[in-house]
């Protein structure tokens, strides 16, 4: 009940009109992993699955909830090979296959990283209803607004939870247990 | 014990003077491989009488520096690019996890944890500094040194 009102409050704040129950949270996806093959949301069939919405470029909750993934994983042991552990870049543009596996090596190698067109980008964030928006900044730069939360999803792709940095660790750790035993 | 622990780290602490502010403790993050920006955190504190303002600054590990706010709406993260951060007379600003921050982008290097990097701050009045941020790990969500100045408060 809980997880229902948290997910609840999100997407009331990201503006949607309607209420979507959280079952409709996740789809069908065509993405490229970091090793530059194309996957699909059946490529990961089978298995629970730890999802999380990011960039590389972000120097705040990315990478600190990616150190929190590894100690969480690290913390799980072998049981945590029960999972899929995905890091889908809402900046395809900066962060393609090379670079995030690149970036990704810095952190536990369960997690994948998984990237595409901007087209495939942005439907993936649909399904999973992230919000995602890039902002340009004077010097040329941007910065990517994100929704920070990371999702759990059970083996036949439905949303369970969410987690995120402010997410206790024993709470966590106990959230990914369940899932990898799910 | 852990009054042993914090004296031995209040040794450690880097902090800075220029004119009347007061910078403490500015730590940042290990950065991932291939990793295009770093953060900064820090306390900065006015004890003078008159306004001040961060303006800018530089380090030598990267091309840019630049002042951001950082806000969760909705669980949404926003970033967003700042001219300054004033400091009121009598004000201590904390730049921290989750809030404002400094951001170094165009890392020349990755950073490693506990190396110390050097850097510059610009402050409108006060004009420049030169510090040294400690470097954490790449998860840390605080600085080692954040306790000591409820310590050090003579």
Known sequence: MAVLIVAGIMFTQFGHSTVPAPASIGGPFQLIDQDGHAVTDRTFAGKPSVIFFGYTSCPDICPTTLADLTNWLKALGPTANKLNVLFITIDPQRDTPAHLREYLSSFDPRIRGLTGTNEQIAAVAKE???????IEEEDGNYTMDHSGAVYLMDRAGHFVAPLSSQTPDGVAIERLRSLAAS | MAIVYFVGVSAMAADYKIG???IMAPWSRATPQGAAAAIGYMTIKNNGTTPDRLIGGSVEFAKDFQLH??????????????????????????LKPGGSHVMFVGLKHPLKESEHVKGTLVFEHAGTVQIEYDV?????????HDMDHMQMEH
């Open chain 1, 128 to 134: 999973y209803r992230v919000y995602y928006k890039r």
């Open chain 2, 20 to 22: 009347s502010l007061e």
């Open chain 2, 69 to 94: 706010s950082m806000t969760m709406e909705g669980g949404v993260a926003k970033m967003r690019a700042l001219d300054g951060i004033d400091i009121a007379p009598g004000q201590t600003i904390e």
């Open chain 2, 136 to 144: 954490e790990g790449i998860g840390a969500q605080s600085g080692p």
